[in-house]
């Protein structure tokens, strides 16, 4: 009997932690739910593709899929993706407003990602493949490289959503699954009768690529290591362009009575002034480093996903709607 290659059997162990995060994350809403596991799975599948590249065959670690199902892992991803957006659209109108140009950091990320999944699935096929690239090698090159993009992308998109990642160490799993798949990447040719001077860069499975792809792969390393540093996921949630208008807001304070005020309501406590907290971080102080939409929705997020000892009944929060009821005023 063959067994597998150790370095598929660390790295699928990996992927099977990471596929069983929503066993552990707390139930939102049934639309919410059904939408956020699709787009894990796309993200799995995503990561799937990167750990197990199809040519050369003859490399160390073997090739894992044929090209038919590396193909058929790509369309699956895809629509995963795609079902993904449109599942949560449909359980959730609010969220229409992130894909907008106003949307933060993160979520305009998650959009880049579908595009450029949508652009290397489309153009895999033999049939278009051969009419955009005069040789495969440089097809390989184009595809890991924005494969490459395309995860370092997702995972901002990923570990920002906070919905299967929180905490540091379900981060430290999903990084290290996308890191894992990478480091396959960097596949040697098998064979022998090569030259006794060739670079360790040239005994790769990619040919004269090789120190291009071999750049790109290290980029994506540091930018996924990144990702882990808490300051950043707060500057993720920033938005590119500030809305004109604030969404309406639906906060029961009453709901919230065993939540020390002066968590949120600091200029309570420093007299730095009695107004709304939205009125202050919507200004254009430059001591405030954090607007006023990564900061609260921090507050929730971290509140409501990894609340302090003590609170009770606190659910995770999955959905624009939760709050943001059309209609509402502040109460």
């Not at 066993?23 to 799937?48: K, N, Y």
């Not at 001591?287 to 939409?293: M, P």
Request: proline share 5%.
């Amino acid at each position: 009997m063959k067994f597998p290659d150790r370095r598929y059997v660390v790295w699928g162990i990996g992927l099977a932690v990471t596929a069983a995060l929503p066993l552990i994350a707390g139930f939102t809403t049934l639309g919410w739910e059904v939408s956020e596991i699709l787009g894990l799975a796309g993200a799995l599948a995503c990561l799937a593709l990167c750990g197990s590249p199809v040519r050369p065959r003859e490399s160390t670690p073997p090739a894992l899929l044929s090209l038919g199902r590396h193909e058929a892992l790509g369309w699956i991803a895809l629509c995963a993706a795609a079902l993904h957006i449109l599942v949560v659209v449909a359980a959730d109108h609010t969220v229409i407003d992130y894909l907008k140009p106003t949307s933060p950091l993160y979520q305009l990320a998650g959009i880049a990602a579908f595009v450029m999944l949508l652009a290397l699935t489309l153009s895999s096929p033999a049939s278009l493949r051969r009419r955009l690239w005069r040789s495969h090698r440089n097809f390989q090159a184009t595809h890991i490289i924005v494969g490459c993009l395309l995860l370092t992308l997702l995972a901002a998109h990923v570990i920002t959503t906070d919905r299967y990642t929180a905490g540091y160490g379900r981060r430290m799993v999903f990084l290290a699954v996308a890191m894992g798949g990478i480091a396959m990447l960097l596949r040697r040719r098998r064979g022998t009768g090569r030259p006794a001077h060739e670079t360790a860069l040239r005994r790769l499975a990619f040919g004269r690529h090789s120190t291009l792809i071999v750049g790109s792969i290290i980029i994506t390393m540091l930018a996924l290591g990144t990702v882990i540093v808490g300051r950043a996921g707060v500057a993720l949630r920033e938005p590119v362009l500030r809305r004109a208008e604030r969404l309406p807001l639906d906060f029961d304070h009453g709901k919230h009575a065993a939540v020390n005020c002066l968590i949120c309501h600091h200029n309570y406590a420093d007299g730095r002034g009695a107004d709304a907290c939205v009125q202050c971080h919507r200004s254009a102080r430059t001591d405030l480093q954090v607007g006023v939409e990564a900061r609260f929705h921090s507050f929730c997020l971290d509140c409501h996903r990894s609340p302090a000892p003590g609170l009770k009944g606190h659910g995770p929060v999955s959905g624009c709607v939760t709050c943001h009821r059309p209609g509402a005023t502040l109460k």
